[in-house]
């Protein structure tokens, strides 16, 4: 049983698949993929992956998402990596501070 073994894997390899995901968003080639891809966003293809998915999706909701999905850019995609990395590294103080205050 993984869960009350005190194992590390599962969150390691979690660890390690969220950190290899972040370098790849670094890179400004991703973001531009990114952003053409979500940029061509339409009702049709976001409701077809949606119900390839098995996920009931109704054409107001599908509307939404490609309006949000279509405001995306290169940049507002690099200004949210350059955000998440600065909470990634808070959180990483936060959560040190909180084990070094439940030692002591």
Same mark, same amino acid.
């Given at each position: 049983?993984? #869960?009350?073994?005190?194992?590390? @894997?599962?969150?390691?390899?979690? %660890? !390690?698949? $969220?950190?290899?995901? &972040?370098?790849?968003? /670094?890179?400004?080639?991703?973001?531009?993929?990114? #952003?053409?891809?979500?940029?061509? @966003?339409?009702?049709?293809?976001? %409701? !077809?992956? $949606?119900?390839?998915? &098995?996920?009931?999706? /109704?054409?107001?909701?599908?509307?939404?998402?490609?309006?949000?999905?279509?405001?995306?850019?290169?940049?507002?995609?690099? %200004? !949210?990596?350059?955000?998440?990395?600065?909470?990634?590294?808070?959180?990483?103080?936060?959560?040190?501070?909180?084990?070094?205050?439940?030692?002591?």
């Amino acid at each position: 049983d993984l #869960a009350g073994s005190g194992d590390k @894997a599962p969150a390691e390899l979690a %660890m !390690g698949i $969220a950190s290899k995901l &972040g370098k790849q968003l /670094e890179k400004k080639k991703t973001q531009k993929q990114i #952003a053409s891809v979500l940029q061509g @966003a339409n009702k049709g293809s976001v %409701m !077809g992956m $949606a119900m390839m998915a &098995g996920v009931p999706m /109704e054409e107001g909701t599908a509307e939404r998402l490609v309006r949000v999905a279509n405001m995306v850019t290169e940049k507002r995609l690099a %200004m !949210g990596v350059k955000w998440s990395k600065r909470f990634i590294k808070v959180m990483k103080v936060v959560r040190r501070v909180l084990k070094l205050l439940t030692e002591w």
